[in-house]
């Protein structure tokens, strides 16, 4: 038995008046969708808690039985593993701008032009240095995107940023935000490393030859999101499952990679509306072959949600529908356990996260079909699962697997 | 006010294609039942936590208000309790074998040929041994089956079994599973009691005259399920309910004991798929008149579930359904609340405990009806109680009972 987790981010939503007051999920033609909630149990996931709204991070967390409560700590860890950074606990990782300062020491982009490429190879100017015996690990991600990890003792997560969030100003100083010797500690080393980075970037010939073209070079690193890695238990440990993740987004990839699943990489695997959802979901039915638990993200729901835009996001659900034909019952020989939800809730209305719970549903072969014909909000309500939290999910689709730890005898 | 607690052992169960995808309960001919479900509160009970599969020992506890993970030690002092013997808080339970063990120490019958009389002599052999001030306790069960405690100081139940679980090989040796003195010593006194008690065995005239009938002599013991007796809450003191225990099997008699309960000693009190039905509720229904809480526990449910025997679990439903005419409302002054559920789901699929929750109803005279017609585990997901954890059932049947402790003013 095999599990497919499909997670639409920020899935959930709230009544549109141009959608007949239903929600996008609702409105949206979804014949595959439906038939698992018409063959399976459905329910409503308060993915952290009731009245608690999740950011994407902590949400993720909670979905795989991780507590984030006790494991969360910051934003920066699972943004670097994400970036493919090997994030060790105790490690203090950070999310990194390359940016933009100029001879006055003011910040004239945050972003450096949204720079494209190159961001490789200066980041490879800035490896294998070490200040006070600490490691420093840059790695660039996308655009202007990077994540910085510092290994080493005496550290601490108990720094400010030194980005100042808005152009036109000089870079904040990095202040310890306690009176310990090991935030001290580490905003030495962050300043230190700021500045060597900084010569080190201003001379690359890339930014040269930028600012040549009249390019804002990335010449400066904004640092921010401190986090100290956590050790998060291991998934494969935990569960006895292989698993395996097939998502764009880098916070989703890193997640994964954090609790020991295969990150699968395809450069068709990206995390947006413009998303090549059949290539996504085929590498996600060629990876059930391999694996026995298959996380398959998909974001562009949540973007649209942001934008506060239900047309197109609806639109996306019924795209999305259509590529899960290739996991419908008659296609397996009753060894696969479909589950299908959200990380939370991005109403439109809202353009942001909500407490509202999402709807999930858990087809397996012999499971306890309940009487709900359609996945929705509102029709979830009269599932068997109930109102459920997400830290019992996994407990949940591990016994449709039947991969049961007996409590007792 | 009095309350009947009917537990039916591994009682839930999933869709079962020769019953109309019906559960066995759901398919069941079960008129009293439903109208206990038609003029009562249904809902769907976690037994010990969404996603988690109960022992039937955890279970049980859960059921009584009693947290597990709090109180549960392993089975041997719930077993021992079972037998008979007065388990005290510290002691250190075990389950235990007669087994055959021959002149090359090779054991040759983990189970003496399931040896049917004799037992209770050959313990009486091994009463009141002391080693180091160690008590040792011995009592015959069943069969072959017996328990033993070690009473005493400076004790541990971090100690390995003795039984290889496979004839045709040696003994175990006891060893300590952790460095502290206790287990170290609790070692040494296991095995040198094996030693004495494999003496004294094998003199014993009923084994001397086993051997020369050709049959394997009950000369040695298997020693496993190791657990510190806990000093469980008394039900009596907690609830203030007089309570009685109506049950065969041992482990659930030991529960009961535990707690503090009466146990009902009636020689046609079984366990098992030919227990007499009708003398047990008839007990039941006798041992209400004298006590206010009355649990009546049926195993055979779990039996033919761990058979994968569907139809055979749903008549032995109906059987049990018969019998329950003596407990509708119109048989009593408004001063009988019913509660029905299961200790877990033991679906015939799976031949094993699983996580799915048990449907549960709770009839008092004026409690609030909801819309439930049936029994069963469909059914209840349209009750008022929704879904509910077992450590939750004992609160609301106080309330039913009107024994209500209000917290705060």
Not at 109 to 132: F, N, P, S, V, Y
Not at 297 to 309: A, E
Not at 339 to 344: C, K, L, N, P, V
């Amino acid at each position: 038995m095999k599990l497919l987790f499909i997670v639409m981010d920020g899935l959930g939503d709230r009544p549109i008046k141009e959608l007949d007051d239903k929600t996008p999920l609702e409105y949206a033609h979804t014949p595959n969708m439906d038939k698992f909630a018409s063959m399976g149990m459905n329910g409503l996931l308060h993915v952290i808690s009731p009245g608690v709204t999740p950011g994407s991070d902590t949400a993720h967390l909670a979905l795989f039985g991780v507590d984030p409560y006790k494991y969360y700590t910051g934003r920066g860890p699972f943004e670097a593993a994400g970036i493919g950074l090997e994030v060790k606990p105790g490690d203090i990782a950070f999310r990194t701008n390359f940016a933009t300062i100029n001879s006055e020491d003011i910040i004239t982009d945050r972003r450096a032009g949204r720079i494209k490429k190159g961001t490789k190879e200066l980041a490879k100017l800035l490896e294998k240095m070490e200040i006070d015996g600490v490691k420093i690990l840059l790695k660039a991600g996308t655009e202007h995107r990077a994540a910085l990890i510092l290994r080493g003792d005496g550290l601490s997560d108990k720094i400010s940023e030194n980005d100042p969030h808005v152009e036109g100003k000089g870079p904040l100083e990095f202040k310890p935000l306690d009176d310990s010797p090991e935030a001290q500690k580490t905003a030495r080393i962050l300043t230190s490393f700021v500045m060597k980075a900084k010569t080190l970037l201003s001379n690359a010939e890339l930014n040269i030859s930028r600012e040549s073209q009249g390019l804002p070079p990335a010449n400066y690193l904004l640092i921010r999101g401190a986090g100290k890695a956590p050790k998060v238990p291991n998934f494969e440990e935990e569960y006895g499952l292989e698993s395996a993740c097939v998502a764009g987004g880098g916070l989703y990839k890193g997640i994964g990679r954090m609790l020991g699943m295969k990150i699968i990489e395809d450069q068709r695997l990206t995390g947006g509306t413009t998303t090549d959802l059949s290539a996504k979901f085929d590498v996600a039915l060629e990876t059930l072959e391999k694996f026995d638990f298959v996380f398959t993200h998909v974001k562009g729901t949540d973007n649209f949600s942001h934008d506060g835009n239900p047309v197109e996001k609806m639109k996306f659900i019924e795209k999305i529908d259509e590529e899960l034909y290739r996991f419908l019952p008659e296609n397996f020989k009753n060894d696969l356990v479909v589950m299908i939800t959200g990380d939370h809730s991005t109403p439109c209305s809202f353009k942001d996260h909500s407490a509202d719970p999402v709807p999930v549903v858990i087809y397996s072969p012999d499971c306890r079909v309940d009487k709900v014909e359609k996945f929705g909000e509102s029709y979830a309500t009269d599932g068997n699962l109930g109102h459920l939290l997400g830290k019992h999910l996994m407990g949940i689709v591990l016994n449709e697997l039947r991969l049961v730890h007996k409590f007792g005898a």
